[in-house]
C-alpha cells in the first residue's frame, strides 16, 4: 500500500546564500545526477561487491536461509565502515530524494523486501533510523548488508543508531548468541567498535529531523552550568535513541522502559518551532500501519519489521520523501500478504523561510555530541531489566 502526505509545496533553498554548499553530508541528489553513485572498495581482502552478490543471492529462497560469510570479511566491513563513519558527521545533512526506514531487527527477509519495493541501491538513496540487530534470526545478514552498502555507496547510503547498537543491550536480546554461535566474541566486540561510531540524527532538506527514538530532555533543564560536557554528552546521546512520546503527557513523562523520557505533543512542536522544521520522523516502537503520526502529523513514527518477532500482526512501513518534499509511505505485511488496497493521506504544514546556515548552527549547539561519545560509547544505557 503506498499512502501519500505533502510536507511542504515549496522550499526556499536559497542555494546562493548557503555559500560552502559542499560541506554537505549527502550529496546524495548531486551524486545521482552526475551519472551514478561513488563507489568505494575495502581495501585488503574484502571484496564488497562478491559479498553484496553473496547476500543477495538467498532473495526467493526459503526464510532463514545462512548467507555463508568468512569472519576476514565480516570484520573488514566494521572496520572500514568505521571509518566512514568518523569522517562523516554525527548529524547528517542529507538531500531528497530518499527513503526512510525504522527497525529491521535481524528480520533479513524483510530488509530484501523493502529493497525490492523501493530499489536496491543505487536505484534509491535510503536513510535508516536503527535497530539492525537482536530479536531476529539474521542480524548478522542484516547488519552485513547494510554495512556493505554503506561501504559502496557511502555518499548515498546512510544508518543512524538505534537503542540496540549497543553492547549492554545487543549482549542480551540476541546479537551478541549469534555472532558467538556462528563466529565468535572477539567479533562482536569488533562490531561495538563500530556501532559505537553510527551518527545519531539526521536532517532532510532542511524539514526532517530524523532519530531512534526522540527528542532529549537535558536541553530543556540543563544549561550545562552543573555539569560536565562528557555528561551533558551522555543523556542527550541516550535521550534521543531511547525516548518515546506520548499522547497522555504534557511536557515530559516517566518511561516505562526504565530508561529516557516520555514527550508530549507540546514537546514536539516547541522543537519544530524554534528550529524551523516540519517533521520529527523517528522509530523505536512497534506500530500497527508500519506507521504512526503523533502531535497532528508533527512526528511520525517507522517501523519496518512486519509480523515483529512472529508476536504482532503489525505492518512494516518505508517513507519515500521526493524532491519537492512529498512524503509517501509504502506499507507491507509478513509473507504471503504484499499490501493492502492503495489510499492517499495529505497533510500541508506551514510553509517555513530561513537561511539553512543559522538553522544548522542551532542544532548543532542542541546537539552538542563530541567524536570523543561516540567512540567511547560513554552514555548512561538501560540496565539489563529494561524492556527494549
Given at each position: 500500500?503506498?499512502?501519500?502526505?505533502?510536507?511542504?509545496?515549496?522550499?526556499?533553498?536559497?542555494?546562493?546564500?548557503?555559500?560552502?554548499?559542499?560541506?554537505?553530508?549527502?550529496?546524495?541528489?548531486?551524486?545521482?545526477?552526475?551519472?551514478?553513485?561513488?563507489?568505494?572498495?575495502?581495501?585488503?581482502?574484502?571484496?564488497?561487491d562478491?559479498?553484496?552478490?553473496?547476500?543477495?543471492?538467498?532473495?526467493?529462497?526459503?526464510?532463514?536461509?545462512?548467507?555463508?560469510?568468512?569472519?576476514?570479511?565480516?570484520?573488514?566491513?566494521c572496520?572500514?565502515?568505521?571509518?566512514?563513519?568518523?569522517?562523516?558527521?554525527?548529524?547528517?545533512?542529507?538531500?531528497?530524494?530518499?527513503?526512510?526506514?525504522?527497525?529491521?531487527?535481524?528480520?533479513?527477509?524483510?530488509?530484501?523486501?523493502?529493497?525490492?519495493?523501493?530499489?536496491?541501491?543505487?536505484?534509491?538513496?535510503?536513510?535508516?533510523?536503527g535497530?539492525?540487530?537482536?530479536?531476529?534470526?539474521?542480524?548478522?545478514?542484516?547488519?552485513?548488508?547494510?554495512?556493505?552498502?554503506?561501504?559502496?555507496?557511502?555518499?548515498?547510503?546512510?544508518?543512524?543508531?538505534?537503542?540496540?547498537?549497543?553492547?549492554?543491550?545487543?549482549?542480551?536480546?540476541?546479537?551478541?548468541?549469534?555472532?558467538?554461535?556462528?563466529?565468535?566474541?572477539?567479533?562482536w566486540?569488533?562490531?561495538?567498535?563500530?556501532?559505537?561510531?553510527?551518527?545519531?540524527?539526521?536532517?532532510?532538506?532542511?524539514?526532517?529531523?530524523?532519530?531512534?527514538?526522540?527528542?532529549?530532555?537535558?536541553?530543556?533543564?540543563?544549561?550545562?552550568?552543573d555539569?560536565?560536557?562528557?555528561?551533558?554528552?551522555?543523556?542527550?546521546?541516550?535521550?534521543?535513541?531511547?525516548?518515546?512520546?506520548?499522547?497522555?503527557?504534557?511536557g515530559?513523562?516517566?518511561?516505562?522502559?526504565?530508561?529516557?523520557?516520555?514527550?508530549?505533543?507540546?514537546?514536539?512542536?516547541?522543537?519544530?518551532?524554534?528550529?524551523?522544521?516540519?517533521?520529527?520522523?523517528?522509530?523505536?516502537?512497534?506500530?500497527?500501519?508500519?506507521?504512526?503520526?503523533?502531535?497532528?502529523?508533527?512526528?511520525?513514527?517507522?517501523?519496518?519489521?512486519?509480523?515483529?518477532?512472529?508476536?504482532?500482526?503489525?505492518?512494516?512501513?518505508?517513507m519515500?520523501?521526493?524532491?519537492?518534499?512529498?512524503?509517501?509511505?509504502?506499507?507491507?505485511?509478513?509473507?504471503p500478504?504484499?499490501?493492502?488496497?492503495?489510499?492517499?493521506?495529505?497533510?500541508?504544514?506551514?510553509?517555513?523561510?530561513?537561511?539553512?546556515?543559522?538553522?544548522?548552527?542551532?542544532?548543532?549547539?542542541?546537539?552538542?555530541?563530541?567524536?570523543?561519545?561516540?567512540?567511547?560509547?560513554?552514555?548512561?544505557?538501560?540496565?539489563?531489566?529494561?524492556?527494549?
Amino acid at each position: 500500500m503506498t499512502r501519500v502526505f505533502l510536507l511542504s509545496k515549496a522550499r526556499n533553498r536559497l542555494s546562493e546564500g548557503q555559500g560552502d554548499s559542499g560541506t554537505r553530508a549527502s550529496g546524495a541528489s548531486r551524486a545521482r545526477s552526475e551519472g551514478g553513485c561513488q563507489s568505494v572498495m575495502a581495501e585488503g581482502e574484502l571484496d564488497v561487491d562478491s559479498l553484496i552478490s553473496r547476500l543477495l543471492e538467498v532473495r526467493g529462497c526459503r526464510p532463514g536461509k545462512i548467507v555463508q560469510m568468512t569472519e576476514a570479511e565480516v570484520r573488514g566491513l566494521c572496520i572500514k565502515s568505521r571509518e566512514i563513519f568518523l569522517s562523516q558527521p554525527i548529524l547528517l545533512e542529507l538531500e531528497a530524494p530518499l527513503k526512510i526506514c525504522g527497525d529491521i531487527h535481524g528480520q533479513y527477509t524483510d530488509l530484501l523486501r523493502l529493497f525490492e519495493y523501493g530499489g536496491f541501491p543505487p536505484e534509491a538513496n535510503y536513510l535508516f533510523l536503527g535497530d539492525y540487530v537482536d530479536r531476529g534470526k539474521q542480524s548478522l545478514e542484516t547488519i552485513c548488508l547494510l554495512l556493505a552498502y554503506k561501504i559502496k555507496y557511502p555518499e548515498n547510503f546512510f544508518l543512524l543508531r538505534g537503542n540496540h547498537e549497543c553492547a549492554s543491550i545487543n549482549r542480551i536480546y540476541g546479537f551478541y548468541d549469534e555472532c558467538k554461535r556462528r563466529f565468535n566474541i572477539k567479533l562482536w566486540k569488533t562490531f561495538t567498535d563500530c556501532f559505537n561510531c553510527l551518527p545519531i540524527a539526521a536532517i532532510v532538506d532542511e524539514k526532517i529531523f530524523c532519530c531512534h527514538g526522540g527528542r532529549s530532555f537535558s536541553r530543556s533543564t540543563v544549561n550545562g552550568a552543573d555539569q560536565t560536557h562528557h555528561e551533558t554528552d551522555g543523556r542527550l546521546l541516550c535521550d534521543l535513541l531511547w525516548s518515546d512520546p506520548d499522547k497522555d503527557v504534557q511536557g515530559w513523562g516517566e518511561n516505562d522502559r526504565g530508561v529516557s523520557f516520555t514527550f508530549g505533543a507540546d514537546v514536539v512542536s516547541k522543537f519544530l518551532n524554534r528550529h524551523d522544521l516540519d517533521l520529527i520522523c523517528r522509530a523505536h516502537q512497534v506500530v500497527e500501519d508500519g506507521y504512526e503520526f503523533f502531535a497532528k502529523r508533527q512526528l511520525v513514527t517507522l517501523f519496518s519489521a512486519p509480523n515483529y518477532c512472529g508476536e504482532f500482526d503489525n505492518a512494516g512501513g518505508m517513507m519515500s520523501v521526493d524532491e519537492t518534499l512529498m512524503c509517501s509511505f509504502q506499507v507491507s505485511h509478513d509473507l504471503p500478504s504484499y499490501g493492502r488496497s492503495n489510499g492517499t493521506e495529505r497533510v500541508s504544514p506551514q510553509i517555513k523561510e530561513i537561511m539553512f546556515r543559522s538553522k544548522k548552527m542551532m542544532l548543532e549547539d542542541s546537539l552538542n555530541i563530541s567524536n570523543h561519545s561516540r567512540v567511547s560509547n560513554s552514555f548512561p544505557l538501560a540496565p539489563p531489566t529494561v524492556r527494549s
